[in-house]
């Protein structure tokens, strides 16, 4: 899959991001069968490292301990050339905020906030999923994180209709995280812009959220 050149492919990707289709999950991997995908994952070429990178991710969403010890190693993927090893890497470090006591994740913020103004959709949508992950086990990093995600709508995508996704995508990570952030500065200010976002289903959950904001006084 690749971000660039998506006509033809485009309101495919889009539809995944909006509407996923339900998948059979990603094989689990035990404690000892981590490091070797790992491995793999952190390999120079091969396809092999794409299905290692989504067991890994897969492992990292159900089993963070497993995989942490290896953090440092995945946060290396973040500069790499191929994207798929990215939008895996990206998802496991979000995956692995809750276990990260020594709170190594605050190296790599940086580098995950650039990549939804990086103008590419699947890495943009993956940071923001990441990072919404990040701000659910560190309240602290809050502020460093949610300004990135209110100012979707002004970044520059291929299209508007990625950008709209996008909106959607962060959209997302306020709803789940909603009693925490809704009274936050510029947050109901987005929601609002939302309500006009041209995908219906994204202006319905706008729409739903500010409600719920008017109804608590």
Same mark, same amino acid.
């Given at each position: $899959?690749?971000?660039?050149? %998506?006509s033809g492919g485009r309101e495919?990707?889009?539809?995944? %991001?909006?509407?996923?289709?339900?998948?059979?999950?990603?094989?689990?991997?035990?404690?000892?069968?981590?490091? =070797?995908?790992?491995?793999? $994952?952190?390999?120079?070429? *091969?396809?092999?490292? #794409?299905?290692?990178?989504?067991?890994?991710?897969?492992?990292?969403? +159900?089993?963070?301990?497993?995989?942490?010890?290896?953090?440092?190693?995945?946060?290396?993927?973040?500069?790499?050339?191929?994207?798929?090893?990215? &939008?895996?890497?990206?998802?496991?470090? *979000?995956?692995?905020?809750?276990?990260?006591?020594?709170?190594?994740?605050?190296?790599?913020?940086?580098?995950?906030?650039?990549?939804? @103004?990086?103008?590419?959709?699947?890495?943009?949508?993956?940071?923001?999923?990441?990072?919404?992950?990040?701000? +659910?086990? @560190?309240?602290?990093?809050?502020?460093?994180?949610?300004?990135?995600?209110? @100012?979707?709508?002004?970044?520059? #995508?291929?299209?508007?209709?990625? +950008?709209?996704?996008?909106?959607?995508?962060?959209?997302?990570?306020?709803?789940?995280? &909603?009693?925490?952030?809704?009274?936050?500065?510029?947050? $109901?200010? #987005?929601?609002?812009?939302?309500? @006009?976002?041209?995908?219906?289903?994204?202006?319905? +959950?706008? =729409?739903?959220?500010?409600?719920?904001?008017? *109804?608590?006084?």
């Amino acid at each position: $899959m690749h971000e660039t050149n %998506l006509s033809g492919g485009r309101e495919k990707v889009m539809s995944k %991001l909006v509407s996923p289709r339900r998948k059979p999950p990603a094989r689990m991997l035990t404690r000892s069968q981590v490091a =070797a995908a790992v491995q793999r $994952m952190a390999a120079p070429k *091969g396809t092999e490292r #794409f299905a290692a990178g989504k067991a890994v991710a897969a492992t990292a969403d +159900r089993a963070p301990d497993r995989v942490y010890p290896h953090f440092t190693t995945i946060a290396a993927l973040l500069d790499g050339d191929c994207k798929i090893v990215r &939008w895996n890497a990206v998802q496991t470090l *979000g995956a692995l905020a809750g276990v990260d006591a020594p709170r190594q994740i605050d190296g790599v913020l940086d580098k995950l906030l650039s990549f939804i @103004r990086c103008g590419q959709l699947v890495s943009a949508a993956n940071a923001i999923g990441a990072l919404g992950r990040i701000m +659910r086990h @560190r309240p602290d990093l809050v502020d460093a994180i949610l300004p990135s995600l209110l @100012r979707v709508q002004q970044e520059t #995508f291929e299209t508007p209709e990625c +950008r709209n996704v996008i909106a959607g995508q962060a959209l997302n990570v306020l709803e789940d995280l &909603w009693d925490d952030l809704r009274a936050r500065p510029g947050v $109901m200010e #987005f929601v609002r812009q939302q309500q @006009r976002n041209p995908r219906p289903a994204v202006a319905r +959950r706008a =729409a739903a959220l500010a409600a719920s904001r008017s *109804g608590c006084g």
